[in-house]
């Protein structure tokens, strides 16, 4: 990160906690200036050293290293996350629909979703059954829902730590569906092939259920329509690959296998970095991405909108009939029908 980008977290964490205010210690002597204990906190996280790393050129002890790791992760997580770490808005969700159909031609389309697997080393062995998913073999393992846009930017995290780990069960207890279906998600209205949908959608990869709010791609397509399709699904689904791919080259500690020993500081430590590069991200602008503004989007041009009832819960009726909705593989496999019709007629013109 810049120099500025730098200076701006560690005033922000200075004037809100008294952690990282420099007072003298017992014996009255000056201790550690919040320079020193973000930077040891933040090289801790960008290259997955020892506590005791850079205690010679930063003098600061093993033991205070891990706090300073531990008060810092939480401290950007408190400042930073509403900001940072936050369901998309409306407008957001309007920008989305604008970036992904004119670089991808998917114009309905609000992101990639993916689950990251992170093989967790120092498990306790009680735990060590709860928290296998098969991935990688039996190693425990926690599972992060990744949702990124082309920008690289990444909205939506959640921690899947309960049970046997999975991108299946992580799906069932996901918070981003949850919201959809109490009413807190903004309306998405749009027009694929002539015909009218009304539910926003990811693009996923073949493991993911057969719902309307899922593009996935086709596996062994018998035609060239179907072959096209898959095509620009796997290359637009390639975002959230990217942005997770850019996550762990920044921060070395979520690359390789974490050594903490509690879910909460590896959560806390996984958010922190989410957050710490998204903040990278609109710092570099839109360069950082690398895409190229071409034309608007066509006619299937999708809108989204404030829910109906914005803060109104919906009823157990309602909420029922919309979790029953959101998992129709009907409406799910004519979606994929539209779009892959969408996406030729654009191609032909």
Known sequence: ????????????????YEYFQQRPDCSGRTGLSPLQKCTYAIRQLAYDGGADMF??????????????????????????GATYLRSPTPADCQGLLDLHGRVHGFPEMLGSIDCMHWQWKNCPTAW??????????????????????????IWHAYFGVAGSNNDINVLQSSPLFNDQCRGQGPTINFVANGNHHEMGYYLADGIYPRWPVFVKTIRCPTDPKRAHFAQRQEAARKDVERAVGVLQARWAVVKGPTRLFYPDCIADL??????????????????????VDEDAAGSSHG????????????????????????????AHLRLQHDMIEEIWAHRTR
């Open 303 to 330: 809108v989204a909108s404030d829910p109906v009832e914005q803060g109104v819960p919906h009823g157990e009726a309602q909420r029922l009939r919309t979790f029953v909705t959101t998992r129709q593989e009907e």
């Open 1 to 16: 990160m810049r120099r500025e980008l730098f200076l701006h977290i560690a005033t922000s964490l200075s004037a809100r």
């Open 128 to 153: 060590r059954g709860q928290y296998t998913s098969g991935y990688k073999g039996t190693h425990p393992t926690i599972i992060l829902e990744v949702v990124a846009d082309q920008r690289l930017w």
């Open 55 to 80: 205690d010679e050129y930063l003098h600061v002890a093993e033991t205070t290293g891990r706090e300073c790791m531990k008060y810092f992760c939480k401290g950007v997580i408190e400042t930073f």
């Open 270 to 291: 996984m958010y922190a970095c989410i957050i710490m590069h998204n903040m990278i991200v609109e710092d570099e602008g839109a360069g950082v991405a690398n895409w």
